[in-house]
């Protein structure tokens, strides 16, 4: 049931910064993602140029997680993206006019349009098979002003459970602009 095309080897911006390799455990149910058609997450957050969170999350505690979110956040998520991006025009543009080359799918906020290089921060998405960056919509960025306005939009239960799963993931009180999607 793949229909996944157009892959690549996990370019190493999606490596830990910890180890310097692929993260190879989802980081709330510690599975396997290296093992072939494991379907995961993996997301990013950068601060002036340094990593400041990562972690990968295996599609089923992906899903559980945001299955979490309220239905007013989720609603609200959704709109708020419908607005801003036609995901599957943005496929087919990139696609056709670059191909693999996951540097130009993340050199721009997919909502604002803003160079990487000139915002102070962003967070980065991928969608992974085992091994492999896959081109689905993701990759992506989405710059700190992004992750703002959708941090507005989203119910005081979401907050929690957002909350919860920072705690989780980093054993750390997240910080209010923390957006773990």
């Not at 370019?11 to 993602?33: A, Q, R």
């Not at 997301?43 to 002036?48: D, I, Q, R, T, Y």
């Not at 999350?57 to 309220?70: G, R």
Request: aromatic letters at 10%; glycine letters at 6%; proline letters at 3%.
């Amino acid at each position: 049931m793949d229909m996944h095309h157009d892959y690549i080897p996990l370019p190493e911006i999606y490596w830990s910064f910890e180890t310097g390799k692929p993260i190879e455990h989802c980081s709330l149910c510690d599975c396997e993602l290296m093992i072939a058609g494991t379907h995961y997450l993996i997301e990013k957050a950068f601060l002036k140029g340094e990593t400041i969170f990562e972690h990968a999350l295996c599609l089923d505690c992906y899903q559980t997680t945001h299955e979490s979110l309220s239905e007013e956040s989720r609603e609200r998520i959704n709109a708020y993206f419908a607005e801003h991006v036609d995901m599957d025009r943005r496929q087919e543009t990139l696609i056709e006019q670059h191909g693999s080359d996951h540097e130009k799918w993340i050199g721009h906020c997919l909502v604002k349009g803003f160079p990487v290089q000139e915002v102070e921060e962003y967070q980065l998405y991928g969608f992974c098979i085992d091994r492999d960056l896959v081109f689905s919509g993701a990759p992506y960025v989405l710059c700190g002003e992004v992750i703002e306005e959708i941090l507005e939009l989203l119910s005081a239960e979401t907050l929690g459970v957002m909350h919860d799963l920072t705690e989780k993931l980093f054993g750390i009180d997240a910080p209010k602009d923390l957006l773990v999607l």
